[in-house]
């Protein structure tokens, strides 16, 4: 029975260490796409299609403003606004730069409107159901991202898909407030869950031989897999740590390279490991999925040979290197997916 308790928290270390890096930065690249995307409008009834401005309340509402005082996020046209001066002369005209201030230095406006076309506003939340949602039941949630957009400035940018178009890179979605609140912790989370992930195997490999069921096992996978996790961590420590130094990136650098070859030997091992005692172990593992595991991990292998060649020798524009981490990273984690699946969640005597 003791091997069971170990398959149980196998199975659900397998399970939480895909789940949890994940949404970790699937969730920092919803928050920067929100913040690059969506902006504060001043707090009006936009339900109108029109609005009037005496000239003194226009100057008011729309110069030198603080986002977080006096523009609101939810508040928002859901079409394009165009600006318009009424002249002394009953002449609705549109406000374009030197038109504009011309009409202001003679003094020619009697009043303003701001007058909704027919094309949607990209900009406005409203018109992207899930983000309204959450800013609408979500205390507090609006402000933090006001607070972010007015102190990173050109940190965010609108973007479509990063796993296809490759706009950004992983780095980038969680440096910036508030994804780095979410992204460090989080990640060093995972690594420490990954570290009892690659223990329980060792714990399980150890029980089953000291019950004589398997002899002389590989703990090599252990060591390769705390490696990963440690470098990981340092990866997540870092991130968001500025120094004007070329050995400091280069460290950066060497962390992540370290932290995959340290995660791929780890997956090889354990894999050769459950290969070699596969007919000791079919009471416990699902042998299909030890198969598909295989493969997997043959591919992940012959994968990272051919992106640190192309890194390395090729000439890769910068959007093709951001697509491949996204696509990478994320296809990394259905090694512990696939470990949910492998252990038989049964209750086999010892």
């Given at each position: 029975m003791f091997?069971?308790?170990f398959i149980k928290k196998l199975r659900f270390f397998g399970l939480i260490s895909f789940l949890v890096p994940l949404i970790t930065i699937n969730v920092c690249l919803a928050l920067f796409?929100?913040?690059g995307t969506v902006e504060p409008?001043?707090?009006?009834?936009?339900?109108?299609?029109?609005?009037?401005?005496?000239?003194?309340?226009?100057h008011k509402k729309f110069g030198n403003l603080e986002y977080i005082n006096t523009w609101k996020?939810?508040?928002?046209?859901?079409?394009?606004?165009?600006?318009?001066a009424l002249t002394d002369e009953d002449e609705l005209v549109e406000i374009t730069g030197d038109g504009y201030n011309e009409l202001i230095s003679n003094n020619k406006i009697k009043s303003f409107f701001l007058i909704q076309q027919n094309v949607k506003e990209v900009s406005c939340v409203k018109n992207y159901k899930i983000p309204y949602f959450l800013l609408k039941n979500?205390?507090?949630l609006e402000k933090l991202i006001l607070y972010a957009k007015k102190n990173n400035k050109s940190g965010f940018t609108k973007i479509r898909n990063p796993y296809i178009y490759g706009e950004v890179?992983?780095?980038?979605?969680?440096?910036?407030?508030p994804a780095n609140?979410?992204?460090?912790p989080f990640i060093i989370l995972s690594s420490i869950l990954l570290f009892f992930y690659w223990l329980n195997n060792l714990n399980l490999f150890r029980y089953l031989e000291n019950n004589n069921s398997l002899k002389n096992p590989s703990k090599t996978f252990f060591i390769f897999g705390s490696l990963s996790c440690l470098f990981l961590m340092l990866h997540a420590v870092f991130l968001g740590i500025d120094?004007?130094?070329?050995?400091?990136?280069?460290?950066?650098?060497?962390?992540?390279i370290l932290f995959i070859i340290f995660e791929i030997c780890a997956q090889v091992y354990l894999i050769k490991n459950l290969y070699k005692f596969k007919d000791e172990l079919k009471n416990y593992i699902n042998i299909l999925i030890l198969k598909i595991k295989i493969y997997f991990v043959t591919i992940v292998v012959f994968s990272t040979v051919i992106i640190f060649a192309l890194l390395a020798f090729g000439d890769i524009n910068t959007s093709t290197k951001h697509v491949l981490e996204w696509n990478y990273f994320s296809i990394l984690l259905i090694y512990y997916l696939l470990s949910f699946f492998l252990w038989k969640n049964s209750k086999i005597s010892d």
């Open positions: 091997a069971n308790k796409s929100l913040i409008f001043p707090d009006l009834n936009w339900s109108n299609k029109k609005i009037e401005f005496k000239k003194e309340v226009f996020l939810i508040t928002c046209p859901i079409n394009v606004t165009t600006q318009y979500i205390k507090g890179s992983i780095s980038r979605t969680a440096r910036y407030y609140y979410i992204f460090k120094f004007d130094s070329k050995v400091f990136l280069k460290l950066r650098r060497l962390i992540i």
